[in-house]
Protein backbone atom coordinates (compact mmCIF):
# COMPACT_ATOMS: atom_id res chain seq x y z
CA UNK A 1 0.00 0.00 0.00
CA UNK A 2 0.88 3.18 -0.36
CA UNK A 3 2.25 5.76 2.25
CA UNK A 4 3.12 9.33 2.59
CA UNK A 5 5.31 11.11 5.16
CA UNK A 6 6.52 14.70 5.92
CA UNK A 7 8.55 15.63 8.46
CA UNK A 8 9.05 17.74 10.67
CA UNK A 9 5.07 17.93 12.05
CA UNK A 10 5.91 20.91 13.81
CA UNK A 11 8.13 24.01 13.50
CA UNK A 12 9.32 26.80 14.62
CA UNK A 13 11.30 29.48 12.96
CA UNK A 14 12.51 32.80 13.45
CA UNK A 15 11.91 35.41 10.88
CA UNK A 16 14.64 35.48 8.00
CA UNK A 17 15.84 31.83 9.01
CA UNK A 18 15.86 29.18 6.14
CA UNK A 19 13.18 26.26 5.95
CA UNK A 20 13.62 22.80 4.42
CA UNK A 21 10.26 20.12 4.82
CA UNK A 22 10.57 17.34 3.06
CA UNK A 23 7.52 14.58 1.77
CA UNK A 24 8.43 11.32 0.81
CA UNK A 25 6.25 8.61 -0.89
CA UNK A 26 5.98 5.25 -0.29
CA UNK A 27 4.28 1.71 -2.62
CA UNK A 28 4.10 3.91 -5.84
CA UNK A 29 6.28 5.19 -8.74
CA UNK A 30 6.51 8.77 -10.60
CA UNK A 31 3.71 10.01 -8.91
CA UNK A 32 2.21 13.26 -9.34
CA UNK A 33 3.16 15.35 -6.41
CA UNK A 34 2.00 18.74 -4.71
CA UNK A 35 2.57 21.41 -1.85
CA UNK A 36 0.05 23.35 -0.50
CA UNK A 37 -0.28 26.11 2.67
CA UNK A 38 -2.97 26.32 4.77
CA UNK A 39 -3.09 29.34 6.83
CA UNK A 40 -5.90 29.49 9.74
CA UNK A 41 -8.94 29.23 9.34
CA UNK A 42 -8.89 29.27 5.41
CA UNK A 43 -8.73 26.93 2.62
CA UNK A 44 -6.07 25.12 0.92
CA UNK A 45 -3.66 27.05 -2.15
CA UNK A 46 -1.71 25.07 -4.19
CA UNK A 47 2.42 26.18 -3.70
CA UNK A 48 3.97 23.94 -6.51
CA UNK A 49 3.25 20.60 -8.20
CA UNK A 50 5.47 17.99 -10.01
CA UNK A 51 5.08 15.32 -12.76
CA UNK A 52 8.47 14.54 -12.53
CA UNK A 53 12.17 14.50 -11.22
CA UNK A 54 12.82 18.01 -11.85
CA UNK A 55 9.79 19.38 -13.12
CA UNK A 56 8.18 22.07 -10.53
CA UNK A 57 5.34 24.11 -11.79
CA UNK A 58 4.77 26.86 -9.53
CA UNK A 59 1.20 28.05 -9.01
CA UNK A 60 2.10 31.45 -6.54
CA UNK A 61 4.95 33.70 -6.90
CA UNK A 62 6.47 34.07 -3.31
CA UNK A 63 9.29 33.31 -1.23
CA UNK A 64 9.20 29.65 -1.58
CA UNK A 65 10.82 27.20 -3.71
CA UNK A 66 10.05 23.07 -4.47
CA UNK A 67 12.59 20.93 -5.62
CA UNK A 68 11.69 17.10 -6.58
CA UNK A 69 15.44 15.58 -6.62
CA UNK A 70 14.37 11.77 -6.22
CA UNK A 71 10.93 10.19 -7.68
CA UNK A 72 9.34 10.16 -4.59
CA UNK A 73 10.77 12.82 -2.99
CA UNK A 74 9.47 16.14 -2.67
CA UNK A 75 11.51 19.33 -0.43
CA UNK A 76 9.87 22.37 -0.24
CA UNK A 77 12.61 25.51 0.63
CA UNK A 78 13.01 28.94 1.59
CA UNK A 79 16.43 31.21 2.30
CA UNK A 80 14.93 33.56 4.51
CA UNK A 81 10.88 33.36 6.18
CA UNK A 82 8.78 35.81 6.09
CA UNK A 83 6.35 36.17 9.27
CA UNK A 84 3.43 35.50 6.08
CA UNK A 85 4.97 31.88 5.86
CA UNK A 86 3.20 30.21 8.80
CA UNK A 87 0.80 27.78 8.20
CA UNK A 88 -0.03 24.13 7.57
CA UNK A 89 2.13 23.06 5.10
CA UNK A 90 0.54 19.67 2.90
CA UNK A 91 2.22 17.51 0.65
CA UNK A 92 -0.04 15.08 -1.66
CA UNK A 93 0.29 12.62 -4.13
CA UNK A 94 -1.72 11.36 -7.19
CA UNK A 95 -1.63 9.12 -10.02
CA UNK A 96 -2.18 11.68 -12.29
CA UNK A 97 -5.02 14.87 -12.74
CA UNK A 98 -8.97 14.62 -13.77
CA UNK A 99 -10.38 11.74 -12.13
CA UNK A 100 -7.37 11.02 -9.77
CA UNK A 101 -7.87 11.35 -6.28
CA UNK A 102 -5.16 13.07 -4.15
CA UNK A 103 -3.66 11.61 -0.76
CA UNK A 104 -2.78 13.77 1.73
CA UNK A 105 0.42 13.36 3.83
CA UNK A 106 -0.38 14.61 8.00
CA UNK A 107 1.36 17.83 7.29
CA UNK A 108 3.58 20.16 8.96
CA UNK A 109 3.08 23.18 11.58
CA UNK A 110 5.25 26.12 10.58
CA UNK A 111 5.39 28.96 13.00
CA UNK A 112 7.06 31.90 11.87
CA UNK A 113 8.12 34.22 14.67
CA UNK B 1 -12.89 27.22 -15.54
CA UNK B 2 -13.91 25.21 -12.43
CA UNK B 3 -14.75 26.46 -8.88
CA UNK B 4 -16.54 25.47 -5.77
CA UNK B 5 -18.67 27.09 -3.25
CA UNK B 6 -19.50 25.47 0.42
CA UNK B 7 -22.49 27.13 0.98
CA UNK B 8 -21.81 27.30 4.91
CA UNK B 9 -18.91 28.00 6.74
CA UNK B 10 -20.26 26.34 10.11
CA UNK B 11 -22.64 23.62 10.88
CA UNK B 12 -23.89 22.47 14.04
CA UNK B 13 -25.99 19.48 14.62
CA UNK B 14 -26.97 16.97 17.59
CA UNK B 15 -25.63 13.77 17.83
CA UNK B 16 -27.86 11.25 16.13
CA UNK B 17 -29.46 14.04 13.97
CA UNK B 18 -28.72 14.04 9.80
CA UNK B 19 -26.02 15.71 8.66
CA UNK B 20 -26.01 18.41 5.12
CA UNK B 21 -23.06 20.07 3.89
CA UNK B 22 -23.51 22.17 0.84
CA UNK B 23 -21.60 22.11 -2.38
CA UNK B 24 -22.31 23.89 -5.45
CA UNK B 25 -19.49 23.77 -8.32
CA UNK B 26 -18.93 24.95 -11.85
CA UNK B 27 -17.27 23.26 -14.22
CA UNK B 28 -17.05 23.98 -18.19
CA UNK B 29 -16.83 20.41 -18.68
CA UNK B 30 -18.09 17.08 -17.37
CA UNK B 31 -16.50 17.25 -13.25
CA UNK B 32 -14.75 15.10 -11.11
CA UNK B 33 -16.10 15.52 -7.42
CA UNK B 34 -14.59 15.06 -4.34
CA UNK B 35 -15.29 15.45 -0.50
CA UNK B 36 -12.42 15.58 1.91
CA UNK B 37 -12.52 15.65 5.55
CA UNK B 38 -9.80 17.03 7.84
CA UNK B 39 -9.77 16.69 11.56
CA UNK B 40 -7.73 19.56 14.02
CA UNK B 41 -4.22 19.37 12.84
CA UNK B 42 -4.22 16.19 10.35
CA UNK B 43 -4.36 15.85 6.54
CA UNK B 44 -6.79 15.62 4.47
CA UNK B 45 -8.84 12.29 4.14
CA UNK B 46 -10.54 11.02 1.11
CA UNK B 47 -14.33 10.98 1.66
CA UNK B 48 -15.59 9.75 -1.67
CA UNK B 49 -15.22 10.89 -5.09
CA UNK B 50 -17.68 11.04 -8.02
CA UNK B 51 -16.64 10.34 -11.85
CA UNK B 52 -19.75 10.58 -14.14
CA UNK B 53 -20.70 7.42 -12.95
CA UNK B 54 -23.73 6.85 -10.35
CA UNK B 55 -25.00 10.08 -9.12
CA UNK B 56 -25.41 8.78 -5.42
CA UNK B 57 -22.07 8.64 -4.33
CA UNK B 58 -21.23 6.22 -0.97
CA UNK B 59 -18.29 7.32 0.69
CA UNK B 60 -16.78 6.04 3.90
CA UNK B 61 -18.16 6.40 7.39
CA UNK B 62 -21.72 6.34 6.09
CA UNK B 63 -21.39 9.62 4.32
CA UNK B 64 -22.66 10.02 1.08
CA UNK B 65 -22.93 12.56 -1.59
CA UNK B 66 -25.91 13.03 -4.43
CA UNK B 67 -24.72 14.47 -8.00
CA UNK B 68 -26.89 17.03 -9.42
CA UNK B 69 -25.93 18.27 -12.99
CA UNK B 70 -29.43 20.70 -13.16
CA UNK B 71 -28.58 22.45 -9.70
CA UNK B 72 -24.59 21.83 -9.93
CA UNK B 73 -25.02 20.74 -6.42
CA UNK B 74 -22.35 17.91 -5.03
CA UNK B 75 -24.15 17.74 -1.38
CA UNK B 76 -22.81 15.79 1.34
CA UNK B 77 -24.80 14.02 3.80
CA UNK B 78 -24.92 11.28 7.03
CA UNK B 79 -27.94 10.07 8.22
CA UNK B 80 -26.53 10.38 11.53
CA UNK B 81 -23.94 12.05 13.06
CA UNK B 82 -21.38 10.99 15.64
CA UNK B 83 -19.09 12.50 18.04
CA UNK B 84 -16.25 11.24 15.70
CA UNK B 85 -17.13 13.56 12.33
CA UNK B 86 -16.44 16.55 13.95
CA UNK B 87 -14.44 18.55 11.44
CA UNK B 88 -13.52 20.63 8.78
CA UNK B 89 -14.88 19.59 5.28
CA UNK B 90 -13.81 20.53 2.24
CA UNK B 91 -15.25 19.76 -1.57
CA UNK B 92 -13.02 20.07 -4.89
CA UNK B 93 -13.73 20.14 -8.14
CA UNK B 94 -10.93 18.65 -10.22
CA UNK B 95 -9.38 19.76 -13.61
CA UNK B 96 -6.20 20.10 -14.62
CA UNK B 97 -6.04 20.19 -10.47
CA UNK B 98 -7.88 20.59 -7.18
CA UNK B 99 -9.93 23.90 -6.80
CA UNK B 100 -10.63 23.70 -3.13
CA UNK B 101 -13.85 25.49 -1.00
CA UNK B 102 -13.13 27.19 1.82
CA UNK B 103 -14.49 24.55 4.49
CA UNK B 104 -17.16 23.53 6.46
CA UNK B 105 -16.55 23.22 10.32
CA UNK B 106 -18.69 20.44 11.38
CA UNK B 107 -19.97 20.55 14.89
CA UNK B 108 -21.89 17.74 17.10
CA UNK B 109 -23.38 18.43 20.52
CA UNK B 110 -23.64 15.91 22.61
Known amino acids: SQTIHQWPATLVQPVGSPLSLECTVE??????LYWYRQAAGRGLQLLFYSVGIGQISSEVPQNLSASRPQDRQFILSSKKLLLSDSGFYLC????????????FGPGTRLTVT | AQSVTQLDSHVSVSEGTPVLLRCNYS??????LFWYVQHPNKGLQLLLK??????LVKGINGFEAEFKKSETSFHLTKPSAHMSDAAEYFCVVSGNQFYFGTGTSLTVIP
Open chain 1, 27 to 32: GTSNPN
Open chain 2, 27 to 32: SSYSPS
Open chain 1, 92 to 103: AWSLGTGDYEQY
Open chain 2, 50 to 55: YTSAAT
